[in-house]
Nanobody, 124 residues
Framework: QVQLVEVGGGLVQAGGSQRLSCAASGGTFSTYVMAWFRQAPGKEREFVAAIGRTGSMPSYAGSVKGRFTISRDNAKNTVYLQMNSLKPEDTAAYYC?????????????????WGQGTQVTVSS
């Protein structure tokens, strides 16, 4: 069983930056595809970014491409989401997710494990 804990959320002004971290425990981190999703009030959970087991081939949602960067450190069992040029529409609860098969996916139901989420609020 994998446990995921996100940290790094908070309040930031539009145009600012924020970095989220997600620490994993209880499994072999390097065997999991990792991803970030987000959910705003009244909206469905949406894909943000994903990264392969070795850190290759990151995938991004169109709305964040060029502004967000996903990375991972397998030695630290941690995945990161660097968010730059933040916009008010980026306001959401951000969730870290892990899937045990090796293929990057953008749909939430394919991910086996989820963190509790961390709130990011971008003020205008």
């Amino acid at each position: 069983q994998v446990q995921l804990v996100e940290v790094g959320g908070g309040l930031v002004q539009a145009g600012g930056s924020q970095r989220l971290s997600c620490a994993a425990s209880g499994g072999t981190f390097s065997t999991y595809v990792m991803a970030w999703f987000r959910q705003a009030p009244g909206k469905e959970r949406e894909f943000v970014a994903a990264i392969g087991r070795t850190g290759s081939m990151p995938s991004y949602a169109g709305s964040v491409k060029g502004r967000f960067t996903i990375s991972r450190d397998n030695a630290k069992n941690t995945v990161y989401l660097q968010m730059n040029s933040l916009k008010p529409e980026d306001t959401a609860a951000y969730y870290c997710a892990a899937k045990s098969s090796g293929i990057i996916a953008t749909v939430a139901w394919l991910y086996n494990y989820w963190g509790q989420g961390t709130q990011v609020t971008v003020s205008s």
